[in-house]
Nanobody, 119 residues
C-alpha cells in the first residue's frame, strides 16, 4: 500500500509559478514511475509529467518547456515545478505512483490539490 499526500497548490496569477510536492509513505526507489496528472472542470484526468525510477521523464505537450518534474529519493517526494502558468492550467493536480508487483501493476493516487491560475 502506498499513500500519497500532495501540497503546494493555490491561486496564482498568469505568468506566475508554483511548486507542487507529493510525499510518499514508502521508499520511492521501489516505485517504478511517479507522476502528476490533472483534471480540469468538466474534463477527464490527463497526465502532465511522469518520472521513472531510472530518471527518465515524459511531459504532456502543454507542459513541455514550462514544467519540470523531479524526484527526491532522500525525502521520498516527487515535485512539479510549474512556471509561466496559464489560465488553462487551472485544475486539480493529482500525484500518481505506479508500482510493479509480481501480481501486476497497481496505481495509487493522492487526494489532489487545486491550482487556480487567474488574475
Amino acid at each position: 500500500q502506498v499513500q500519497l499526500v500532495e501540497s503546494g497548490g493555490g491561486l496564482v496569477q498568469p505568468g506566475g509559478s508554483l511548486r507542487l510536492s507529493c510525499a510518499s509513505s514508502v521508499d520511492i526507489k521501489s516505485i517504478y514511475q511517479l507522476g502528476w496528472y490533472r483534471q480540469g472542470p468538466g474534463n477527464v484526468r490527463r497526465p502532465v509529467a511522469t518520472i521513472r525510477n531510472t530518471g527518465g521523464t515524459d511531459y504532456a505537450k502543454s507542459a513541455e518547456g514550462r514544467f519540470t518534474i523531479t524526484r527526491d529519493n532522500a525525502k521520498n517526494t516527487v515535485n512539479l515545478q510549474m512556471n509561466s502558468l496559464k489560465p488553462e492550467d487551472t485544475a486539480v493536480y493529482f500525484c500518481n505512483a505506479e508500482v510493479n508487483y509480481t501480481s501486476g501493476i497497481k496505481n495509487y493516487w493522492g487526494q489532489g490539490t487545486w491550482v487556480t491560475v487567474s488574475s
